[in-house]
């Protein structure tokens, strides 16, 4: 099983939405429920850039391109983060990862597979 599980991407015209989740089902709840958690995505021949966080206790913080159109949240129960997309435009068509921070500058988990969005006009 992998550790983190991306899912809900697909392929869609500008101006409608998306709901990505992401699972973490081998991390136990106590492990989960602190971390600080992020949506990153990768555009081809781009560098990984962050999107969206949210802290332990709710806080977050959104890249100035996806301001009032992007949500993060969390449910800790179901160890899952989840990232609403509306108004998707052409420029957030990329491969989207979830993951969390273990330290400021070091990742918890591995990279998963990602879940590819694509907005074609």
């Known amino acids: 099983q992998a550790q983190l599980v991306e899912s809900g991407g697909g392929l869609v015209r500008p101006g409608e939405s998306l709901r990505l989740s992401c699972a973490a089902p081998?991390?136990?709840?106590?492990?989960?429920?602190?971390?600080?958690w992020g949506w990153y995505r990768q555009a081809p021949g781009k560098e990984r850039e962050l999107v969206a966080s949210?802290?332990?206790?709710?806080?977050?913080n959104y890249a100035d391109s996806v301001k009032g159109r992007f949500t993060i949240s969390r449910n800790n129960s179901r160890k899952t983060v989840n990232l609403q997309m509306n108004n998707l435009k052409p420029e957030d068509t990329a491969v989207y990862y979830c993951?969390?921070?273990?330290?400021?500058?070091?990742?918890?988990?591995?990279w998963g597979q990602g879940t590819q969005v694509t907005v074609y006009s």
């Open positions: 993951n969390a921070l273990a330290t400021p500058n070091k990742f918890k988990y591995d």
């Open positions: 081998r991390t136990i709840t106590s492990v989960f429920n602190p971390l600080l």
């Open positions: 949210i802290s332990g206790g709710g806080s977050t």
